[in-house]
């Protein structure tokens, strides 16, 4: 028996990998996050499997079932959404299956920030721009965040900024983000990004939350803020120039200095 942490991916249906839906075909219990997976991706699991959204269940509860599975020699399909090592949750239910010695496995999936910016059409490392991305969130209900990694500090690096879970915080992020950024700095805020109902706002710091508050997005968007997002003139990669070498490209060409 083995307890399967499967990515379903930023949304739509068909950005699951392979491995992921082989197994939720295959696995006769699932245990999925209702809220943030959509329900086609469960409605492949056997026609007898035990499908369960865990959305109400608290953290006893969904280890319960995980014992009952194992109890019974059961596989179990855990689906979470995005990639399981972002903002998952995983951590604590991977802690109590190790303390009741029970088998797990982690299958990884498209990350939402990723989703997110396919979306857009944006690339987000530009040459000369910025080459870091700094996947972050602010403070919630349900996790606070470490002073060391407060957006103020964040933001001096003036990377890219992937914001998770902070649609409800953008004063705070306004705020924060303005010395570093400018407030005219450019601000993607993409809500259930890949979803069929999938909504992007293109804005900047200054107008950022009257923007979202206009749209009515109050859960579940991506925040992307950086100057990537408003360059269309900026320097190509040597990686394909044609007087770059490299050991699949114009091998034994390279210049010496």
Same mark, same amino acid.
């Given at each position: 028996?083995?307890?399967?942490?499967?990515? !379903?991916?930023?949304?739509?249906?068909?950005?699951?990998? =392979?491995?992921?839906?082989?197994?939720?075909?295959? /696995? #006769?219990? /699932?245990?999925?996050?209702?809220?943030?997976?959509?329900?086609?991706?469960?409605?492949?699991?056997?026609?007898?499997?035990?499908?369960?959204?865990?959305?109400?269940?608290?953290?006893?509860?969904?280890?319960?079932?995980?014992?009952?599975?194992?109890?019974? &020699?059961?596989?179990?399909? %855990?689906?979470?959404? &995005?990639?399981?090592?972002?903002?998952?949750?995983?951590?604590?239910?991977?802690?109590?299956?190790?303390?009741?010695?029970?088998? @797990?496995?982690?299958?990884? &999936?498209?990350?939402?920030?990723?989703?997110?910016?396919?979306?857009?059409?944006?690339?987000?490392?530009?040459?000369?721009?910025?080459?870091?991305?700094?996947?972050?969130?602010?403070?919630?209900?349900?996790?606070?965040? #470490?002073?060391?990694?407060?957006?103020?500090?964040?933001?001096?690096?003036?990377?890219?900024?992937?914001?998770?879970?902070?649609?409800?915080?953008?004063?705070? =992020?306004?705020?924060?983000?303005?010395?570093? @950024?400018?407030?005219? /700095? #450019?601000?993607?805020?993409? @809500?259930?990004?890949?979803? %069929?109902?999938?909504?992007?706002?293109?804005?900047?710091?200054?107008?950022?939350?009257?923007?979202? %508050? !206009?749209?009515?997005?109050?859960?579940?968007?991506?925040?992307?803020?950086?100057?990537?997002?408003?360059?269309?003139?900026?320097?190509?990669?040597?990686?394909?120039?044609?007087?770059?070498?490299? =050991?699949?490209?114009?091998?034994?060409?390279?210049?010496?200095?």
């Amino acid at each position: 028996m083995k307890v399967y942490f499967i990515g !379903a991916g930023p949304g739509a249906a068909d950005l699951i990998t =392979v491995r992921g839906q082989r197994l939720i075909k295959n /696995c #006769p219990v /699932c245990l999925y996050a209702g809220s943030l997976v959509p329900s086609e991706l469960v409605e492949i699991a056997p026609k007898d499997a035990t499908v369960i959204d865990s959305a109400p269940l608290n953290l006893d509860e969904i280890i319960e079932v995980m014992k009952t599975a194992n109890n019974q &020699g059961q596989d179990v399909a %855990r689906v979470h959404s &995005g990639d399981p090592s972002i903002y998952g949750a995983v951590g604590e239910q991977m802690r109590r299956l190790k303390e009741l010695d029970i088998e @797990y496995e982690i299958v990884p &999936g498209v990350p939402a920030f990723a989703g997110a910016a396919a979306a857009i059409g944006t690339e987000l490392t530009l040459p000369n721009i910025t080459q870091t991305i700094i996947i972050t969130r602010t403070s919630g209900k349900a996790s606070s965040m #470490p002073d060391e990694e407060n957006l103020e500090k964040l933001g001096a690096i003036k990377a890219t900024l992937a914001i998770h879970l902070s649609i409800r915080n953008l004063t705070y =992020v306004q705020e924060s983000l303005s010395p570093y @950024y400018g407030e005219n /700095c #450019p601000v993607v805020v993409i @809500y259930r990004a890949t979803w %069929r109902d999938q909504k992007i706002i293109r804005t900047n710091l200054a107008n950022m939350k009257a923007d979202v %508050r !206009a749209a009515k997005i109050t859960r579940t968007a991506m925040i992307f803020v950086g100057e990537v997002f408003g360059q269309k003139d900026f320097a190509n990669s040597s990686l394909y120039a044609a007087d770059f070498a490299h =050991v699949l490209r114009n091998k034994g060409k390279k210049k010496s200095r």
